[in-house]
Each structure stands twice: as C-alpha cells, then as structure tokens.
C-alpha cells in the first residue's frame, strides 16, 4: 500500500514507513492563513499558477505590513495615554504641593490673588480638595463637631420612633410640611446616589455615613428637611472630607441664598435666578437663545436638575468636582455660568433639534464631556451685561422681575 507525501510515494520499500507517512499525508493541511496563502498545493492537487502564487505572495506581505502598522499605532498609542498619564500625576503632585506648602498655610493672604485664582481654575488636587473646599465654604453658621453628633443622636432617636415607609411614599412627598417623614425618604433616595459607583447603596462603605448627615441635617434644619438631590451633593463631600467637617461644609453650602431657594421651593426667587440667567443667555448666545423661545424651553425644565444637585448628577463625578472647586471660589454665579458653558459647548447640537429632543439632551447629558473643552467654552461666557455683573442684575431683577426675561411672564 502506498501513501500519498509531498516528496513522492511511500510504500513498504520506501524509507518512509506507513507509521510516518499517516502525518505528513496531513502536512498539506493549512494550519494558518499564512500557510493557506503561501504553501503549495499538495501533490494530488494541481500546483498553484505562478501569478497566483505571485498575487497570494504580494497579499501576504501586506496583510503583514497591515498588521505591524496597527501594531504600531497601538503601541504609539499605549505610549503617548502613559506619557500623558504621568505628565498629568506630575502636574498634581506639583500642584499639591504647591498648594500644601504655599497656599494652605497662608490661606487669608493668598486666596485672592491671581496666582492662585489661577491654580484654582485648573482644578483642585484630590489630595486637598477637601481642605480647599472647607476652606472657601466656610462655617458662617458656626457648627461644631458637637452640633453634629447631637443632631445624629436625634436623627438616630427619630428612626428609632417612626413607624417604616411604605414604598409607595414618592420623594416629591420630601417637600412636604411633613419634615419628619423626610428621615425615611431618605433611606428611599440613597440606593439612588451614585449606583454605579456601589458604595452608597446598602451594605456599601459609606451608605451609613451619607445616611448620618442627611439625617442629621433634618434635625438641624427641620424647616428644611430633607429634598431629593442633597443626597448628591452629600454625597459628594463624603468623598472628600471627614464625616463631620462634610456635615459642616453641606449645612454652609445649602445655606447660600440660591441652594435655600431652591430647596425651600421660593418661586418668586427661582423664577428671578432664571430670569437673570436667561439676561446672560441672551448675550452670549442670542441665535440659541431665540431657538429657545421659538421652541418654548423654559429654563427651569433644565436648570432645576443641575441647580439642585450643584451639577453632580448631570456630570460625570470628575468634571462635577472641578465645577465645584470653581463654584466654591466664584459661588452661585459660577452655576449659571456653567450652565450658559454647556450650553455653548452643545450649541451646534441644539440648534436643528425640536423641544422635546433639546429638553431630552438637556436633562440627560452625554457621559463623555471633555473637561478642557468644557472648562474653554465656561471661560467664553461674559458675565457682564450692559455693564452690570450678575449680583446686579440679579438685584435689579428682584426690585423689578417684570423688567427681567419672559420666563417671568409666561
């Protein structure tokens, strides 16, 4: 019996013995698309044309340049993000620094200077964003640590005597005359803080902590309560500060004239801020702007959501913390501002859309919102109309609304 190999037959008189020629009847196998592409025909087969074997030769040799150019790429790629990477945790450490040794201890006399107003506009380090945070908030209403292990202890007490909600209870109910109910909504509205992140929910690292501070809040302020979006802004001061110093910072922060109006539902001053708002709009993007009035879109059906939560559910967390790092230097200006960035950056976007799809994107941001680009475009908003900045023509509003924007009219 004889057997096919690429050298010849193979039979008992031949060297190679059926044992080994089971194998190489399978060498014409092709065990690759390089060898499907450059081996030769096996021998019962007719050999390949020269021009073919010449075409499958050339297609190899560039599917080979192909592939070492994406390989090159990539790796020019994976080179250029840890350069890029280590140039960033460079620029940090250099600013911690900078801001540990030269900023911080002398706070009252370096705060306000360019310099720092500088260093402030590039984003906080993490490391001290926290102390920087405390610092420009302040403590007007003069907490203590004290203060709030007592409101805890009453909040505890509280839990400890109310009966549980049902989970019918809607968050909007947080509002109510109702305050003490507010102390289970919310239990309702942590599992909504941050659930991608994983560590508000329950059994998470800083669920207790989030749910102390709201808590202990309600007891604080009982005329305020608890509303849905403080979880947000709690939240996010957990992740930098202590427990005590976050409660501490929250309590100033919602204390500020636009987050107590916003929290304690005044109309009259929400319709103002946007009135003001729409001023500022109106002058640094009028073609937007009129898009906006022809279509209807008011700004409360957007700025609410970002207001509300001091941007930190409608941004991606990294960008919100440098909006805050902003917004404790420049105060509630620098929301408004914000916002006329965003809208500025998205503008192109906005204008062929309808109301119902500018209203959807509005209150649902896209997920990936380059920071420098967002940062460039908040820096192009001028705060200045007719010569008066926002303070006064936020006053000047509130002597007389009807003068302001249509918003007050509609």
């Known amino acids: 019996m ?18 080994h020629g089971v194998r190489k ?21 007719p050999a390949k044309p020269a021009e073919e074997a010449q075409k499958h030769r050339q297609q190899y040799e ?23 990477r280590c140039k960033l945790e460079e620029s940090i450490g250099t600013a911690a620094q900078i801001w540990n040794q030269e900023i911080l201890p002398n706070w009252s006399a370096t705060c306000t200077s360019r310099r720092v107003r500088d260093l402030w506009w590039q984003g906080i380090p993490p490391s001290v964003r926290g102390k920087v945070w405390s610092l420009a908030v302040g403590n007007e209403l003069n907490i203590t640590h004290e203060l709030y292990s007592i409101c805890l202890a009453r909040a505890k007490e509280k839990w400890r005597t109310t009966p549980a909600p049902s989970l019918e209870i809607e968050t909007e109910d947080a509002g109510s005359s109702d305050r003490e109910s507010s102390l289970e909504l919310i239990k309702l509205d942590i599992s ?13 690292p800083y669920h207790d902590v989030l749910h102390s501070i709201l808590g202990a809040y309600t007891c604080y302020r009982p005329d305020v ?37 916003f929290f304690r539902v005044d109309h009259s001053l929400m319709l103002t801020y946007f009135a003001a708002f729409e001023v500022f709009f109106e002058e640094n993007l009028p073609k937007l702007f009129a898009h906006f009035q022809k279509n209807n879109l008011t700004p409360d059906i957007y700025l609410i959501d970002w207001i509300f939560t001091l941007y930190s559910k409608s941004l991606p967390l990294d960008l919100a913390c440098r909006v805050w790092d902003v ?10 501002r914000t916002g006329l960035g965003l809208l500025r950056l998205y503008q192109e976007v906005l204008t062929p859309m309808d109301f119902i799809h500018m209203a959807q994107f509005l209150t ?43 918003v007050l009219k509609r």
């Open 225 to 261: 309560g608890y509303v849905q979006g403080m979880s947000f802004i709690a939240a996010v001061l957990i992740l930098n500060l202590d427990t005590a110093d976050a409660f501490i910072a929250f309590a100033n922060l919602l204390n500020k004239p636009c987050q107590m109006a």
């Open 62 to 84: 560039e599917m080979v340049a192909q592939a070492k150019k994406r390989e090159l790429k990539e790796a020019q790629k994976r080179k250029k993000q840890l350069e890029d």
């Open 25 to 45: 009847n399978l060498d014409f196998e092709p065990l690759s698309t390089t060898a499907l592409i450059l081996e030769d025909r096996p021998a019962n087969l």
């Open 327 to 336: 917004f404790c230097r420049d105060n509630e200006e620098f929301l408004f």
């Open 192 to 204: 909504r803080t941050f659930p991608h992140l994983c560590i508000f929910q329950q059994g998470g």
């Open 364 to 406: 649902r941001l896209p997920d990936l919102i380059p920071a420098d680009q967002l940062f460039q475009h908040i820096a192009a908003i001028h705060m200045t109309s007719r010569n008066r900045k926002w303070g006064q023509v936020l006053q000047a509003l509130q002597k007389d609304p009807e003068r302001g924007s249509p």
């Open 2 to 19: 004889e057997y096919e190999t690429k050298s010849g037959r193979a039979g008992p008189g031949n060297p190679t013995s059926p044992r």
